[in-house]
């Protein structure tokens, strides 16, 4: 198993572009989260899905958008890309068993 | 009501000693409490968990202590080794919904 795996893992944007992270677990868990880590600041919760075809926001979902078209898939689109977005991203999933969750290696993103 | 503090933000322990790293929460519906250990570079990892019920959890050199009525938990780590320098993340678990709330970090450097 691959576990949760993101793409790309570095990204520079313009202020204004937008942009799609790739997140994709093979674990079948139904529960999927993105997550953006701040020095300093820990992890705050954008956007999270309890199953596909359903989302709910998070702590800071302004800016961004998310769908859950498959189990497996669940993509972060930033729209008009702003300096303070620039984060470290991480996708993370879990079954509905436990309350573990597996996490990503992140996507690095810095707007100029 | 729904922050969890963390402290010490940064830690240096000299090897063979005790890093104790500390988390207090406010919501008593949190009913899951894991740590997370994060490398540079990479995801967060779970190092340990607990629930409510108990008031300790051991596993290897990690041990949570958990003070319900104090709604205080800590994490440690004995025996440091230089391998334990990373990042360590508290978080707790909201009960009925899907979110985790994370503490802000602590840094923690194992000297050889």
């Known amino acids: 198993n691959a576990g949760v795996t993101q793409t790309p893992k570095f990204r520079i944007l313009k202020i204004g572009q937008s942009m799609t992270l790739q997140c994709t677990q093979d674990m079948n868990h139904n529960y999927m989260y993105w997550y953006r880590q701040d020095p300093g600041m820990g992890l705050k919760l954008i956007y999270y899905?309890?199953?596909?075809?359903?989302?709910d926001k998070g702590e800071v979902p302004n800016g961004y958008n998310v769908s859950r078209s498959t189990t497996e898939d669940f993509p972060l689109r930033l729209e008009l890309a702003a300096p303070s977005q620039t984060s470290v991203y991480f996708c993370?999933?879990?079954?509905?068993?436990?309350?573990?969750?597996?996490f990503g290696p992140g996507t690095r993103l810095t707007v100029l | 009501q729904q922050q969890v503090k963390q402290s010490p933000q940064s830690l240096i322990v000299q090897k063979g000693g005790i890093s104790i790293i500390n988390c207090a929460y406010e919501?008593?519906?949190?009913?899951?409490f894991p740590w997370y250990q994060q490398f540079p570079g990479k995801g967060p990892a779970l190092l340990i968990a607990?629930?409510?019920?108990?008031s300790e959890k051991k596993e290897g050199r990690f041990t949570i202590s958990f003070n319900k009525s104090a709604k205080q938990f800590s994490l440690h780590i004995m025996d440091s080794q230089p391998g334990d320098s990373a990042t360590y993340f508290c978080?707790?678990?909201?009960?009925?919904?899907?979110?985790?709330?994370f503490g802000t970090g602590t840094r923690l450097k194992v000297l050889a």
């Open positions: 899905s309890v199953g596909a075809g359903i989302t």
């Open positions: 607990i629930r409510p019920d108990v």
């Open positions: 978080a707790a678990a909201l009960s009925g919904t899907y979110k985790y709330i």
């Open positions: 919501n008593t519906a949190f009913d899951y």
């Open positions: 993370a999933s879990r079954t509905g068993n436990t309350d573990t969750q597996y």
